[in-house]
């Protein structure tokens, strides 16, 4: 089980992360909703595109508003600055749908395969992750799939010695499945409880990139029936659209049990997240808020809405 960090500072650097969307969303509605105006159609024209903008998504957007409209007529509302509340509840109660924290058993080893396109974040949140679980006195075990390019296994040794991580690796070009068939070995041998295994993401060879994926899995069960216990997709926040393109395609054909959302400090666009676990209804492991070691966190709905109106 994840033990929550909790603490003003902690919750403070989280807004800081969201500041871009902060800005856009929370900032976009209060502009809308100030003031003693009419709630009417203009008003909900406006809040529309402020949502819109901020890519929850065109259709979850106008499925808000007619929420919204319901819970204004029943209660007779005629403050704008009501909405607001509603909004925010609404917001919250589709993300704590959707945000379960890993659960770890006590023995493992328990083994996350970390999948998506280059340059989404991965090899960046294993060492986040690394260390995360480190500081939970876990031993981790960072698994070099990406056999690629000789950047890749390099990144990722250096996470590895950062976080305290050990590290098993094959020399570039070899076969990412007999990388992943020695390390569950490996993790059983040494009795690591966590092993955490970076992969490719060239996507030009979709198709053998799925393959490859799909044969790591059924190597990994094999060694170890039930592994790996988790398939984790890292999509990157900034890239809007193109995220839930890959999210679909990533979850059809490889099969996907959690997704981690990188870069929100790097997008007005945080309501990317709402979008994706409308549309997909996967849960949300961790968010990534920077490129520190300490720049993720697990994704909690309710934390995630505070961060951007409060
Ligand atoms: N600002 C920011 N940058 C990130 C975050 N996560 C990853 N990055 C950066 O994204 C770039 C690509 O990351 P990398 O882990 O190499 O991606 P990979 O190709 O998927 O393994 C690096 O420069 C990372 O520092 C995040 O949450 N916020
Ligand atoms: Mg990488």
Redo the contacts with the bound molecule.
Sequence with gaps: MFKKKEGGGFFDRLKTGLEKTRKTLASGIEAVIFGERAIDSNLYEELEAVLVGADVGAVFANELIDEIKEEVKRKELNNPAALKHILMERMAGILRSVDKPLELPENGPYTVMVI?V????????IGKLAHYFREENRSVMLVAADTFRAA?IE?LEVWSKRAGASFVKQKMGSDPSSVVFDAVKAALNRKTDVMLI?TA?RLHTKSNLMEELKKMKRVMGRELPGSPHEVLL?LDATTGQNAVVQAKMFNEEVGVTGIVL?????TSKGGIVVRITNELNIPVRFI????GID?LRPFDGEEFVKAIFE
Aim: hydrophobic share 15%; net charge negative; no cysteine.
């Design positions: 998506g280059n340059g989404t974040g991965k090899t960046t949140t890749a990144q970076d993401g890292v990188t870069k929100l400090d790097g990534g808020i920077g490129e720049d």
